[in-house]
């Protein structure tokens, strides 16, 4: 969230200087100035050049963005949080309840309010169920080897393996 406003915020910021062209960084015919010092009225060098703001400006606009993002936090943690706070002091939002009755029988604690699991990173992985009656024989009965595609079988337009191991493969039914 605060790497996206920062670049909002920096596009915003190198879009208007280069719209308005200063005369700080650049000349009258639009070109930029290069860095250095002349005292000259009509120089060619500049202390601030404008390859030197658009670096000083992405720290601007990156600590411009954090601190936004610190008063404004976002709207399903500070939902929840609010739903916490309202939950934990509702004697106190009653206007019906009576000032002296201390009792708050009618409290409950919120419980739940709780952060949403976070999702591993990365492609989801196959649900894998059990194993069921029809499938636990055909395992117990795989051997060891391997299967070949048949070379000869591309030019026939069907494709063929073939079964290298040390005992041929249990009969498909």
Not at 77 to 89: D, F, I, L, R
Request: aromatic share 14%; net charge negative.
């Amino acid at each position: 969230m605060v790497l996206w406003l920062a670049i909002v915020i920096y596009s915003m910021g190198m879009a208007a200087v280069l719209h308005l062209r200063p005369s700080l960084m650049f000349h009258e015919n639009g070109t930029w100035k290069e860095f250095g010092y002349q005292r000259a009225p009509a120089s060619r060098y500049t202390i601030f050049p404008f390859w030197l703001f658009s670096i000083a400006w992405a720290f601007v606009s990156y600590a411009v963005a954090s601190a936004v993002s610190w008063i404004v936090p976002a709207g399903g943690a500070a939902a929840a949080a609010t739903a916490v706070y309202y939950e934990s002091n509702r004697a106190n939002y009653n206007e019906d309840s009576d000032d002296d009755d201390d009792d708050q029988s009618d409290f409950e604690p919120v419980s739940h309010v709780t952060e949403p699991p976070k999702r591993p990173r990365g492609r989801p992985r196959k649900v894998t169920s059990a194993p069921t009656q029809s499938q636990t024989p055909v395992q117990a009965e795989t051997r060891p080897g391997y299967y070949v595609l048949d070379p000869a079988s591309k030019e026939e337009g069907l494709h063929r393996y073939i079964y290298y191991g040390p005992t041929p493969p249990p009969a498909s039914s």
